[in-house]
């Protein structure tokens, strides 16, 4: 007896004829309608066919096409499907096709590339586009915050003043805030990364804590045992909001801190611009405080600022900490007048000597500040990560505040910063490069007193990646910076740092990413057009 049944052959005769039927059925289109639901998705334009009984089909798909090549919705570079592919999508034979092809390559709107295929060229400079005449033109002006021209210059303040096509290349950027990127370990973090990536292939990456967005635990567990050991900030993981670099932890702090047309926050003067621009934009009045050999003078500070923004381990530009003095008196005010201080610690593992400085934020001042960190400097800008430690009192509003704007920071990003943490990489990382800009500083501090020790005094500083220099009166810094950088060497001028009126002259010198040639070229640069 056979274990199995024996099946019955069915008829595959019969079945495939159906398939062949229909497969050679058409699918019928109305004439006017979009011919291209079969259309290739990587090339959506919508092309009507022509009017039923007309003779010209080739030139109407041509204008059409045409049109969509001046108005850049057949942008330079584009590839245009094949012929064989075009007349499916549009609904003609391969000849008419061929036809419209043609007659785009004789005006010069596409290109044909042997063995590659048919690409849009750039819109000839005599053909204008024709706007659509169904769009109704905007009446509303919009929010005419943002043309102020206090605020286009915060946010541009990291665009040059010069015309950039005036200088021939770069010799030497002295801008502060940048960073040697030769100096990373970027193998070490790319096997980190693709580790962190293969692991997404067996298990989807978590995209939110318990306390919804506020980033990953292991990354922030690592962030609060970072600041812990090299800044004595006593945090834990729950303390953490991970966010897409300083920026936006400023601005979240603005967006749950500032009652419009109400609140007062007090900025060092000189200080960050870009950090002045989402409290103005919250509504906030941003009053400017002097600073001097000790830091913000807080006697100045008015009495009813409920925030006030500082960088008291390496004033941001002019680089000198904020005495214990100042500091006391600082955190008195706030605990009198219920203000929220906000730490801005942008360089603070570069130290190269004096006295270990803590940061403002400590158990005692957990309720009344908040600590803003990044990775930008020792690690790299386009890790574009970075976090606030906050009262817990603020969390929830902050947390609130970053769903509004994003779900959460990039997860693999987030995942490889905290492996690269967690296995003592940034560590090591921090140790190499502050022994090479501890010596570019050396160096820079013998050449500036050697080549402009007669128009310079620099500001100490044992911290950072830059220092500050002032100039005696009568020296125009502006036009310096401008007539350096078209001799390629950037430089910023004090001036641009200020809110209000300058009490000082001088420049910011960063000195971080530049090598010891690079930074004697550039300082003799400066000799020469200072001595001028």
């Known amino acids: 007896m056979e274990r199995f049944p024996r099946l019955r052959p069915r008829s595959i005769k019969t079945d495939r004829a159906e398939v062949e039927r229909q497969f050679r059925q058409k699918p019928c289109r109305a004439p006017g309608k979009w011919p291209n639901e079969n259309m290739d998705p990587l090339f959506e334009l919508k092309i009507t066919t022509a009017p039923k009984g007309s003779r010209d089909v080739a030139s109407h798909l041509f204008r059409q096409l045409k ?15 094949s012929t064989r592919a075009a007349g499916r999508m549009f609904g003609v034979s391969r000849n008419t096709a061929q036809d419209v092809y043609d007659r785009l390559l004789q005006e010069g709107l596409t290109s044909a590339r042997h063995g590659s295929g048919t690409y849009v060229r750039a819109t000839p400079s005599d053909v204008t586009a024709t706007p659509p005449s169904s769009y109704a033109s905007a009446t509303q002006p919009g929010n005419t915050f943002w043309d102020r021209a206090d605020i286009k210059s915060w946010i541009g303040f990291w665009h040059e003043r010069s015309d950039p096509a005036a200088s021939p290349r770069v010799v030497a950027d002295l ?72 920026q936006q932890a400023f601005d979240l702090i603005a967006r749950t801190l500032v009652v419009p047309d109400e609140t007062v926050v007090a900025v060092e003067d000189p200080g960050y611009p870009p950090m002045r621009v989402p409290f103005a934009a919250a509504g906030a009045r941003i009053v400017p405080v002097r600073v001097d050999a000790e830091g913000i003078v807080v006697d100045e500070i008015p009495t009813d600022a409920t925030i006030i923004c500082v960088c008291p381990s390496h004033q941001f530009p002019l680089g000198m900490p904020l005495s214990p003095r100042r500091r006391q008196a600082l955190l008195a005010l706030a605990r009198q007048t219920g203000a929220a201080i906000i730490e801005d610690d942008y360089d603070g593992e570069f130290r190269y000597g004096g006295s270990p400085l803590e940061a403002l934020r400590n158990e005692a001042s957990a309720d009344h500040v908040f600590y803003v960190g990044s990775f930008s400097k020792c690690m790299l800008p386009a890790v574009r990560l970075g976090f606030l430690v906050a009262p817990q009192r603020a969390l929830p509003a902050l947390v609130a505040a970053k769903n509004a704007s994003d779900w959460h ?55 950072g990646m830059h220092m500050s220099a002032i100039v005696e009166s009568g020296i125009d810094c502006d036009a310096v910076s401008d007539a ?6 950037m430089i910023h ?21 530049v090598d010891l040639a690079s930074l004697k070229a550039a300082i003799d640069a400066m000799a020469e057009e200072l001595h001028r």
Do not use: W
């Open 175 to 246: 801008r502060p805030a940048l960073v040697d990127q030769h100096l990373f370990p970027h193998s070490i973090f790319r096997r980190v990364m693709a580790r962190q990536l293969r692991r997404l292939e067996t298990a989807p990456a978590p995209s939110r804590s318990p306390q919804r967005n506020q980033g990953n635990y292991h990354l922030r567990r690592a962030i609060a045992e970072h600041i812990g050991l090299t800044r004595a900030v006593p945090s834990q993981a729950d303390d953490v909001l991970v966010t897409a670099g300083a």
């Open 493 to 513: 001028s004090l001036e641009r740092y200020h809110l209000g009126p300058a009490e000082r002259s001088g420049f910011v010198i960063g000195y971080a990413a």
């Open 67 to 81: 049109q969509a090549i001046i108005n850049n919705r057949l942008p330079p570079g584009a590839r245009l499907p």
């Open 409 to 463: 920071c990039s997860s693999p990003i987030q995942m490889a910063v905290g492996e690269f943490i967690r296995d003592g990489h940034l560590t090591r990382h921090i140790r190499r490069v502050r022994r090479t800009y501890l010596d570019r500083r050396d160096h820079l501090v013998a050449l500036v007193e050697r080549k402009l020790g007669d128009s310079l005094k620099l500001v100490p500083s044992f911290y």
């Open 484 to 489: 350096l950088a078209t001799r390629g060497v």
